[in-house]
């Protein structure tokens, strides 16, 4: 995770928008993220917790849709948690802690956990370890969404997926230099593992309701609830 720190802080100032430039559909991919994100409307207060959290692009949403929630935002990156703090600064309910969320204590129960194109970089070890403690962490009727990328469910489909996504970063306008550096980054650091495992992970981590809302070839959005 390490070199996955210095990867990120070296990129975070262009983060935001190269972003529109690299994942297709963006604005499906996140907002079907966003419309996971459902509690019960008798909820007087939200407590969320977006892990990898970057520069808060998935937190934004979030606060759109719960601006009186108290969301915290834990991220390895201080550079990326910088530019986040400059997208919130003018919000007082907004938290930020720079750690390892593979190793870092949650410390409290919450009601959404979510998060976005970061625990692909996690070795399967250190995803399964994770769900499990996202689940210890939420609370009863909580929810955890994942929008993230996955590997193929055959090496065939997988090469398939990856030449679709070469396809778009190249010809998205992003110069060929930083499109160049973006596909390198994804091939020296992601460790996607297949959808069907994941799930089945989560089911064994205790979540229930555990389903995909949202996909486009490798790019995913699934959640699991607590009963």
């Known amino acids: 995770m390490e070199e996955v720190r210095k990867a990120f802080d070296a990129g975070a100032f262009q983060y935001d928008t190269q972003r529109r430039l690299i994942i297709p559909d963006f604005t499906g991919f996140y907002g079907a993220a966003l419309w996971a994100a459902t509690i019960p409307p008798s909820k007087k207060s939200t407590a969320i917790l977006d892990i990898g959290a970057g520069t808060g692009i998935l937190s934004e949403l979030m606060v759109q849709r719960y601006p009186g929630a108290i969301i915290t935002l834990l991220d390895i990156s201080e550079n990326m948690l910088e530019m986040a703090r400059r997208r919130f600064r003018e919000r007082s309910n907004i938290h930020f802690i720079i750690a390892d969320y593979s190793r870092e204590d949650f410390g409290k129960e919450y009601d959404i956990i979510c998060s976005a194109l970061s625990i692909h970089h996690l070795t399967n070890v250190n995803k399964r370890r994770l769900y499990r403690r996202i689940f210890e962490a939420l609370n009863v009727g909580g929810i955890f969404i994942n929008a993230d990328q996955v590997q193929g469910e055959s090496e065939w489909m997988h ?13 998205t306008g992003l110069p060929q230099k930083e499109a160049e550096a973006v596909l390198t980054r994804r091939d020296r650091y992601d460790r996607m593992e297949k959808l069907t495992v994941q799930l089945r992970w989560l089911k064994g981590a205790g979540f229930s309701d555990v389903e995909l809302v949202y996909k486009n070839r490798p790019f995913v959005v699934f959640l699991g609830t607590t009963a």
């Open 159 to 171: 090469q398939r997926n990856l030449e679709y996504w070469d396809e778009f970063v190249m010809h």
